[in-house]
Structure formats: C-alpha cells, structure tokens
T-cell receptor
C-alpha cells in the first residue's frame, strides 16, 4: 500500500484567485490521479498526472483551469485557477503502483470553499 | 451509460443487523477489476477489496464478505453484525483492462443506528 498526504487539508479562497494543492506519496508509484468530489456526490476523475510530461485530462477538464505537475514519481500538484464558487469541492489525489487493475490509494483530500 | 450502478442511495440499519450493499457493473472487457472503498465521515477513502474478473470466489474478511457473480454483473458487499463504526459511504468501482480510469458508482450511504 501507499500512504498519501495532501496539503492543504482545507482552504477558503476568494473568487478569482488560484490554489495549488500538493500530493506526496511515501513510495514511488507509476500512476497518480486527481479527482474532484462535489458535496454528496461520487468521485470524478480530473486527470492522470504523468511524470515528466503533460497530464491527461478527462472530458470537461482543461489544463488552463487545472494545471497539473508531476516532477517525479512521488509528488504531484494540482492548481485550481481563477476559482469560482462552483469549484467548491473536495479534491483528492490518488496513486496506484501500476497501470491497470491495481487498487488506488487515496489521500485525505483537500476541502476547498470558494467565496 | 453508467458503468457502475449502486441503486441504494441510503440505507439505515440497527446495530448487529446484517446489511448488503449492491453493485452492478457494465463492461465489454473480458479482463476487468472490481473494488470497494469506504469513505467515513472524516472523508478519506479506504480501500477494502480488489477482485479480478477471473476470480469468482466469494471472499470473507472478518465481518465483511463479497459476492461476485459474473452472470449477473454484480459485486455485492455484505456486512455481518453491523456496528456504528461501519457508518460511512461505500463506493464500488470498476477498472477495465483497456484504460487507466476507475469508474466509481454513486455510493451508498450506510447509517448504523445504535
């Protein structure tokens, strides 16, 4: 298993600003992902963070709004840019040891409120 | 179409009762993987079990058991003698062999009443 930490755990931000969320894994992992979970809802995949190259975004999510970095095999960041109240959500980082069929381990999440 | 369906949105049981959470999935892949996760009120997602499509044996872990039936595309989760600490949202998920994405169900919120 992998232990994942996220910073910050929560934040309250003003409309129009940006927030960068950090995700740290305690071991090298092949795959890292970013999810959004809106209140009372399921998880929606934002993107797969690729080490050394641009992230792979899911439909409805774009790099300008959610830039992602992954400089190495244990660390990734997600930035929520030009925030609006609709971006208020829990943002979760996850990691998997290999590409397919492996369980994902999740960070504790970052609870974001945009006012 | 929804790849993972959890028809039960909310369930309430009295402590010590057994409860089954339903999960139905849809895939064209012959190789796929199914998962259950628990999300307690604190928010973190806890991995419970992984099962691949070639292993239809039921699994038991303490008070938890899982019933995988390919014929009905179901992967149901039973908690025996439920406890208050079991109160959480439970998610079923599917990973296909053709991609990296997990498809999560909408979750079942379980409340165990003391």
């Amino acid at each position: 298993s992998a232990v994942i930490s996220q910073k910050p755990s929560r934040d309250i931000c003003q409309r129009g600003t940006s927030l960068t969320i950090q995700c740290q894994v305690d071991s090298q992992v092949t795959m890292m992902f970013w999810y959004r979970q809106q209140p009372g809802q399921s998880l929606t995949l934002i993107a797969t963070a690729n080490q050394g190259s641009e992230a792979t975004y899911e439909s409805g999510f774009v790099i300008d709004k959610f830039p992602i970095s992954r400089p190495n095999l244990t660390f990734s960041t997600l930035t929520v840019s030009n925030m609006s109240p609709e971006d208020s959500s829990i943002y979760l980082c996850s990691a998997a040891q290999d590409r397919r069929g492996y369980e994902q381990y999740f960070g504790p999440g970052t609870r974001l409120t945009v006012t | 179409a929804q790849k993972v369906t959890q028809a039960q949105t909310e369930i309430s049981v009295v402590e010590k009762e057994d409860v089954t959470l339903d999960c139905v999935y849809e895939t064209r892949d012959t190789t796929y993987y199914l998962f259950w996760y628990k999300q307690p009120p604190s928010g973190e997602l806890v991995f419970l079990i992984r099962r691949n499509s070639f292993d239809e044996q039921n699994e038991i872990s303490g008070r938890y058991s899982w019933n995988f039936q390919k014929s009905t595309s179901s992967f149901n989760f039973t908690i025996t003698a439920s406890q208050v600490v079991d109160s959480a949202v439970y998610f079923c998920a599917l990973s296909e062999n053709t991609g990296n994405q997990f498809y999560f169900g909408t979750g079942t919120s379980l409340t165990v009443i003391p």
